[in-house]
């Protein structure tokens, strides 16, 4: 039996790509489009490739990749880009980097704070267009922001992201309150937490409960003036809801790092709001997560290619090379 091939489509770190290139021979990849390949781009290509590892990060695995002799797929993200009952029913294995790099989420979190709170973005955009003394208000007035020392971060979701953004707000002087039903340490309730909270962080999964569980009741809710921050799911709020609740000026601003889609529309109303600040989903975008994360899958490959137990698969399934 020769090697497998793989058909790497993100980016890798070039330690797993050795690593993983003494497990398999490496498939050349063609130009990726920017929100990745579709189902049936995908399957083309491994057709063309021989491939039957892929590893992804949002590339549409379906049911015309899923149809193709495959052994493992390897997602570096969220493995909602698979089709994982179809998956298991073909006997693919499906592997997740497990977890969230909660220190890097909870840092971006803060970043997203400080830049709405004290007006980061617009005043480093003045600078650089050389606006600064425009008109008659100085910029220590038109920036004036607010200090957060001695305010309250509510935290909806106390798991390691929340648990790590709370250490750290506490270190800079805010008070935390947390909600969440499932942590008894967290003794409020979503109400509770809201009418209380001078910045409101969301760091919760997406489920059939919180999909859109934040909306127009919730944000006006919301102290007046209170800033939002959601470096989980765009997939929580209701969008609308939040422009209307920014625009009107109940909220004083927000912070958000992903959408539905992984995109925003240019054109959206939330691009013109100057007190939010927007990122394309940069939570776990550091060196250190992307290594980690890259390792942990490239060695489950590995132990999958040799039919052993692989750590993080999506479902039991069994491995490549396991008992008939």
């Not at 006006?220 to 939040?242: C, E, F, K, Q, V």
């Not at 939330?270 to 942990?296: C, D, I, K």
């Amino acid at each position: 039996m020769g090697r497998p091939r793989a058909l790497v489509l993100p980016n890798l770190p070039e330690s797993a790509l050795a690593r993983l290139a003494e497990l398999a021979e490496l498939a050349e990849v063609r130009a990726r489009p920017s929100l990745g390949f579709s189902d049936e781009q995908l399957a083309d290509l491994v057709i063309e490739t021989g491939a039957s590892v892929i590893v992804t990060d949002g590339d549409q695995v379906r049911r015309s990749v899923l149809s193709l002799p495959l052994d493992v797929v390897a997602c570096l993200g969220p493995p909602t880009n698979v089709d994982l009952p179809l998956a298991a029913e073909r006997g693919v294995t499906v592997l997740y980097a497990e977890g969230r790099d909660a220190d890097a989420v909870a840092e971006l979190a803060l970043a997203l704070l400080f830049a709405v709170s004290r007006n980061v973005v617009t005043a480093d955009r003045e600078v650089r267009r050389g606006r600064v003394y425009r008109g008659r208000v100085p910029p220590a007035q038109r920036h004036k922001g607010i200090r957060l020392a001695g305010r309250t971060l509510g935290v909806v979701g106390l798991g390691r992201v929340g648990r790590a953004m709370r250490w750290r707000a506490e270190g800079l002087g805010l008070r935390v309150v947390a909600c969440d039903p499932h942590v008894p340490e967290a003794t409020h309730s979503l109400p509770e937490l809201l009418a209380e909270s001078d910045i409101v962080s969301l760091h919760v999964p997406i489920t059939a409960e919180t999909r859109g569980f934040i909306g127009d009741t919730e944000f006006a809710a919301m102290r007046r003036g209170a800033i939002y921050l959601n470096t989980a799911r765009g997939a929580l709020h209701d969008l609308s809801a939040l422009v209307d609740a920014l625009r009107c000026g109940h909220l004083g601003g927000a912070g958000l790092d992903h959408f539905e889609g992984e995109w925003l529309d240019p054109v959206h109303p939330l691009t013109r709001l100057q007190n939010v600040v927007l990122t394309p989903h940069l939570g776990e975008a550091t060196g250190e997560s992307q290594r980690e994360r890259a390792w942990m899958l490239v060695e489950d490959i590995g132990r999958t290619l040799r039919g052993e137990v692989p750590a993080h698969a999506c479902a039991a399934v069994m491995p490549v090379g396991g008992a008939s």
